[in-house]
């Protein structure tokens, strides 16, 4: 249990430092950068695969669980704040749905879910 907190705080902590290196190369230039994008997205995403190869292939689950939960999640809270304030909480240029979410958010959301899974089992629950 041991090591498998050491690969989750090492995995934490490279996609928390890949999402402030995107930030750090596109926050001045105020728009949608494929490059960023993938920057974002490239470590956390084969942190993952390498994890449900070496560790579980459960995490690969909870990845794709995540993934739609999240999706679903930000899709019906901006619908909803939406329909009740009648204004939008975000905007989405690419790939959005019905301008409540985005496909491109969909990976994002499996990270998440792998990175708060991590800091669970890091506290201890």
């Given at each position: 249990?041991?090591?498998?907190t050491i690969?989750?705080?090492?995995?934490?902590?490279?996609?928390?430092?890949?999402?402030?290196?995107?930030?750090l190369?596109?926050?001045?230039?105020?728009?949608?950068?494929?490059?960023?994008?993938?920057?974002?997205?490239?470590?956390?995403?084969?942190?993952?695969?390498?994890?449900?190869?070496?560790?579980?292939?459960?995490i690969l689950?909870l990845?794709?669980?995540?993934s739609?939960?999240?999706?679903?999640?930000?899709?019906l809270?901006g619908?909803?704040?939406?329909?009740?304030?009648?204004?939008?909480?975000?905007t989405?240029?690419?790939?959005?749905?019905?301008?409540?979410?985005?496909?491109?958010?969909?990976?994002?959301?499996g990270?998440?879910?792998?990175?708060?899974w991590?800091?669970s089992?890091?506290?201890?629950?």
């Amino acid at each position: 249990m041991e090591q498998l907190t050491i690969i989750g705080f090492v995995f934490v902590i490279l996609s928390l430092a890949g999402f402030w290196l995107a930030y750090l190369y596109g926050h001045k230039t105020k728009r949608f950068l494929w490059s960023e994008y993938i920057a974002i997205i490239t470590f956390p995403l084969l942190f993952v695969i390498a994890l449900a190869y070496f560790v579980d292939i459960k995490i690969l689950f909870l990845f794709f669980v995540s993934s739609v939960a999240g999706f679903v999640l930000e899709y019906l809270l901006g619908f909803g704040y939406h329909k009740v304030f009648s204004q939008r909480l975000w905007t989405y240029g690419r790939f959005s749905v019905n301008g409540y979410t985005s496909l491109l958010c969909i990976p994002i959301w499996g990270i998440a879910g792998v990175i708060f899974w991590f800091l669970s089992k890091m506290v201890g629950l």
